[in-house]
T-cell receptor, first 114, second 111 residues
């Protein structure tokens, strides 16, 4: 069964450093998403991406965040200068179509900012 | 504002019993709802969905009920098994596909 994959599974970084989280969405999916989940809290939407453009972003997704689809398979989330409060699980998701279709989630990257 | 919530943070049931997990949503314009299951250290896993033109949908051992009048969603799990132990989230979609998640209910299944 096709699945979303993410690397790395864990990332530890120093405050102020840049991190890049990587995702490989399901191959025939066209819509991509990043979510985050702070420990013990609900999953929060960060950004949606389609046709090499951001479709929607949340208030969390400020200028320190960026997304990119550098090739036909990868989808990345970059945090330019990490803050302590960026520590969370980051989930990538993908879907065939946007509204009204199931999004399939990857296993997540646990980011710890020290 | 936007919010999707669940009524109870933790639900404890005996193995073999039926479980009911509830969710209240606030956006009456939402037209698609999903239940996700999240096991420890893993990503949300799709369980079942329902569109706003339906009030009930059944899957394998799971049923989702939608009451648009009171903006209430529930997930019923029949014959709950230890493998059902997880956190369950309801979510709604906007017309852009953004998922708005509720707080989550932890289901504990006692053997």
């Amino acid at each position: 069964e096709p699945e979303v994959t993410q690397t790395p599974s864990h990332q530890v970084t120093q405050m102020g450093q840049e991190v890049i989280l990587r995702c490989v969405p399901i191959s025939n999916h066209l819509y991509f998403y990043w979510y985050r989940q702070i420990l013990g809290q609900k999953v929060e939407f960060l950004v949606s991406f389609y046709n090499n453009e951001i479709s929607e972003k949340s208030e969390i997704f400020d200028d320190q965040f960026s997304v990119e689809r550098p090739d036909g398979s990868n989808f990345t989330l970059k945090i330019r200068s990490t803050k302590l409060e960026d520590s969370a699980m980051y989930f990538c998701a993908s879907s065939e179509t946007p509204a009204g279709e199931t999004q399939y989630f990857g296993p997540g990257t646990r980011l710890l900012v020290l | 504002g936007e919010s999707v919530g669940l009524h109870l943070p933790t639900l404890s049931v005996q193995e073999g019993d039926n479980s009911i997990i509830n969710c209240a949503y606030s956006n009456s314009a939402s037209d698609y709802f999903i239940w996700y299951k999240q096991e420890s250290g893993k990503g949300p896993q799709f369980i079942i969905d329902i569109r706003s033109n339906m009030d009930k949908r059944q899957g394998q051992r799971v049923t989702v009920l939608l009451n648009k009048t009171v903006k209430h969603l529930s997930l019923q799990i029949a014959a709950t098994q230890p493998g059902d132990s997880a956190v369950y989230f309801c979510a709604e979609t906007s017309n852009t596909g953004k998922l708005i998640f509720g707080q989550g209910t932890t289901l504990q299944v006692k053997p």
